[in-house]
């Protein structure tokens, strides 16, 4: 047990509540009844393994950087509490289930699931040449919706791909945010970034300016996916949650960061969850 929660440590598995909700909405709207038990079974277990995967990944990529930041020398691999080979092991171990539980959902996702493990296995790499990194981060994140979607209807229509495109402008906007902690120590280790490469002032804007986009993605999706009245009540309440990150920001307050990054972050997960729930079937049940 104490071993199972080091791993589920290392992996930030709390913070899998950004993602499932969406590989939810995904799997919501691409079924053309309520989604069997069965498919949201396979669904968790895709999307768990998936983030589990990429997360011990990205421990093992970052395990010299992470050693020489204060803020992440406490790390699990840093500390030796988890060893290197049972990092590689449990990563492994999280592509397999992954891989198997595609083949069970259907043909189509087992075909495609190496294109989402090619972006899982390489976002931890593209802070070495890019600071369009936070995007690739987003890309990679779309994929829950992506995923939930073609696990209901065996296929991606367009109205998931305006989705798709809210989740990659809103995760990469607060990656962006989060970043800021180590503009200085990206900067001085030559790692990219849009923090480390244009600085905090100019960060804050870009990030205001994708989640701005992501709005109007998620505004498309609402109206595409013909969702009734909830899916604006939703949005509306987004929008004030994004405002309420972006006032909560301060560069050299790491508490109000984390509080930024995780709550309020959460919560629109969450609210966007039920958002898509009720403005589906509100009505039909």
């Excluded at 949201?40 to 997360?55: D, E, G, P, W, Y």
């Excluded at 395990?63 to 500390?79: G, Q």
């Amino acid at each position: 047990m104490n071993s199972l929660k080091k791993f589920l440590s290392m992996i930030k598995f709390e913070h899998t509540i950004f993602a499932l909700p969406f590989a939810y909405v995904g799997m919501i709207m691409g079924a053309q009844t309520i989604p069997s038990i069965k498919t949201i079974i396979l669904v968790t277990i895709a999307m768990a393994s998936a983030r589990a995967s990429a997360m011990a990944l990205n421990r093992i990529v970052d395990r010299k950087f992470d050693a020489l930041n204060a803020r992440t020398a406490n790390r699990e691999l840093i500390t030796g509490k988890i060893k290197l080979k049972d990092a590689y092991l449990f990563t492994a171990i999280s592509i397999v289930i992954f891989e198997i539980t595609t083949y069970f959902i259907n043909g189509l996702a087992f075909k495609l699931s190496p294109i989402a493990l090619f972006f899982i296995l390489t976002y931890s790499y593209t802070k070495r040449f890019s600071w369009l990194c936070h995007l690739y981060l987003g890309a990679t994140d779309a994929i829950a919706p992506l995923g939930g979607y073609l696990a209901s209807a065996n296929a991606l229509s367009q109205p998931i791909w305006f989705l798709a495109l809210f989740v990659t402008f809103w995760i990469a906007g607060f990656d962006i945010l989060y970043s800021i902690q180590d503009a200085q120590f990206d900067k001085n280790h030559k790692l990219y970034s849009i923090p480390s490469n244009f600085g905090i002032n100019a960060s804050l804007h870009i990030a205001k300016l994708f989640h701005l986009t992501g709005f109007v993605f998620l505004i498309l999706s609402i109206h595409i996916f013909k969702l009734n009245i909830a899916g604006y009540i939703g949005t509306f309440v987004v929008a004030v949650l994004l405002f309420v990150e972006h006032i909560l920001i301060e560069p050299d307050d790491e508490k109000k960061i984390n509080l930024a990054f995780f709550n309020i972050n959460s919560y629109i997960s969450v609210v966007l969850f039920f958002t898509f729930l009720v403005g589906k079937y509100y009505g039909q049940l």
